[in-house]
T-cell receptor
Framework: SQQGEEDPQALSIQEGENATMNCSYKTSINNLQWYRQNSGRGLVHLILIRSNEREKHSGRLRVTLDTSKKSSSLLITASRAADTASYFCATVNTGGFKTIFGAGTRLFVKA | DTEVTQTPKHLVMGMTNKKSLKCEQHMGHRAMYWYKQKAKKPPELMFVYSYEKLSINESVPSRFSPECPNSSLLNLHLHALQPEDSALYLC??????????????FGNGTRLTVT
């Protein structure tokens, strides 16, 4: 079963613009992670934010977490055509054994 | 290239066939996972192995049978599948299933078609 929802489901932007994706979840979490998936490939881990953190940066990525609203956002700044992919948030339950993925956002960056 | 290797990359099988998917990692990870992914959907957790023991079975039908021969290998045995089982099957590993801040490392998957 899916943990939560992401929006938008699809996003099309021009190269150089910023892309923001949102994720909501339903249960208590230990951490929240973001993954990227290129078409027909496996998922690649991008960034992890712990439940006691509010914001985290990694290169052009910025992730926020609001545990009171059970939501997170991923911002990709200065997007590139190579950023075209599906992006999934994933939550890890407090027991740590299950990583459950949200519905995903398909990002298309036009050159 | 990923550090988790899955074979075969593509598999076509009939509903009466028996086949196996294989996954291998050499990162010293002690947790391994099988996920199923349908087109334009997120991966769905099927099984979790921790220290070579099955920890989680997400109510997966018995026509899917996982096996973990050692800490580096994970198999998924398939028998009497249905066409709706056609999907991308992804293997993943992590340092320790009990360590919640350990991200997953995925292989590139096996694209399975059941005819």
């Amino acid at each position: 079963s899916q943990q939560g929802e992401e929006d938008p489901q699809a996003l099309s932007i021009q190269e150089g613009e910023n892309a923001t994706m949102n994720c909501s979840y339903k249960t208590s979490i230990n951490n929240l992670q973001w993954y990227r998936q290129n078409s027909g490939r496996g998922l690649v881990h991008l960034i992890l934010i712990r439940s006691n953190e509010r914001e985290k940066h990694s290169g052009r990525l910025r992730v926020t977490l609001d545990t009171s609203k059970k939501s997170s956002s991923l911002l990709i700044t200065a997007s590139r055509a190579a950023d075209t992919a599906s992006y999934f948030c994933a939550t890890v339950n407090t027991g740590g054994f299950k990583t459950i993925f949200g519905a995903g956002t398909r990002l298309f960056v036009k050159a | 290239d990923t550090e988790v290797t899955q074979t075969p990359k593509h598999l076509v099988m009939g509903m009466t066939n028996k086949k196996s998917l294989k996954c291998e990692q050499h990162m010293g990870h002690r947790a391994m996972y099988w996920y199923k992914q349908k087109a334009k959907k997120p991966p769905e957790l099927m099984f979790v192995y921790s220290y070579e023991k099955l920890s989680i079975n997400e109510s997966v039908p018995s026509r899917f049978s996982p096996e973990c021969p050692n800490s580096s290998l994970l198999n998924l045995h398939l028998h009497a599948l249905q066409p709706e089982d056609s999907a991308l099957y992804l293997c993943a590993s992590s340092q320790d299933a009990g360590a919640p801040n350990s991200p997953l490392h995925f292989g590139n998957g096996t694209r399975l078609t059941v005819t």
